[in-house]
Nanobody, 121 residues
Framework: VQLQAFGGGLVQAGGSLRLSCAAS????????MGWYRQTIGKQRELVAA???????NYANSVKGRFTISRDSAKNTVTLQMNSLKPEDTAVYYC????????????????WGRGTLVTVSS
């Protein structure tokens, strides 16, 4: 299973960016897909996640500004980030948990390569 992320870049405060991630491989289904972020010297933190049933979870710091959505049929997840703030600057990582492949259910987390989001003030 591989995760490939798209998007990111440089934006001014108040602007918007869209991150997308596609999972590929012999995937039957994925329980949770989401986004984490990390800055230097800090632990990776959850930004937003969504289950296959559409239940979403957001970090308090992004509620009302970020929206996560997924297409379970295509194994893709998107993070729409609006009203960006300088403190949103981080490397963002796509995540998949609870991956069902033929004959197996894998509980380990899968990670995509990070994509840098920089918000200038």
């Amino acid at each position: 299973v591989q995760l490939q992320a798209f998007g990111g870049g440089l934006v001014q405060a108040g602007g918007s960016l869209r991150l997308s991630c596609a999972a590929s491989g012999s995937i039957v289904s994925i329980n949770v897909m989401g986004w984490y972020r990390q800055t230097i010297g800090k632990q990776r933190e959850l930004v937003a996640a969504t289950t296959a049933d559409g239940v979403t979870n957001y970090a308090n710091s992004v509620k009302g500004r970020f929206t996560i959505s997924r297409d379970s049929a295509k194994n893709t997840v998107t993070l729409q980030m609006n009203s960006l703030k300088p403190e949103d600057t981080a490397v963002y990582y796509c995540n998949a948990e609870g991956v069902h492949i033929p004959g197996y259910y894998i509980t380990d987390k899968y990670w995509g390569r990070g994509t840098l989001v920089t918000v200038s003030s």
